[in-house]
Nanobody, 126 residues
Framework: QFQLVESGGGLVQPGGSLRLSCAASGFTLDTRSIGWFRQAPGKEREGILCINRSGTYAKIADSVKGRFTISRDGAKNTAYLQMNSLRPEDTAVYYC???????????????????WGQGTQVTVSS
């Protein structure tokens, strides 16, 4: 059974940085494409970053391009979302997710993902 647990959220001032972690259990993280998503109150869930299982291909939403990056640590079976130059509009609950099948490519479409973490709140405010 796939399980994902996010951590690292919190309150940060505009322009600040946070690193979110996504710890996986029950499977090996680098056998699946991984995505990071966010959902603000009253808005649809937004795909912001994904990386394929080999780590050779990624997609980044325009809203976070140049500010957010995704990475993985195979030894720790953990994925990361590094967020820099945070803005108030980045405030949301952030989720990591993985696709069910090893052949599913990296995509920002949340319908392609089957296993989700519980989410972690990120609030950007002065």
């Amino acid at each position: 059974q796939f399980q994902l647990v996010e951590s690292g959220g919190g309150l940060v001032q505009p322009g600040g940085s946070l690193r979110l972690s996504c710890a996986a259990s029950g499977f090996t993280l680098d056998t699946r494409s991984i995505g990071w998503f966010r959902q603000a109150p009253g808005k649809e869930r937004e795909g912001i970053l994904c990386i394929n299982r080999s780590g050779t291909y990624a997609k980044i939403a325009d809203s976070v391009k140049g500010r957010f990056t995704i990475s993985r640590d195979g030894a720790k079976n953990t994925a990361y979302l590094q967020m820099n130059s945070l803005r108030p509009e980045d405030t949301a609950v952030y989720y990591c997710a993985v696709v069910q099948n090893f052949w599913t490519p990296c995509t920002l479409n949340y319908h392609e993902y089957d296993a989700w973490g519980q989410g972690t709140q990120v609030t950007v405010s002065s």
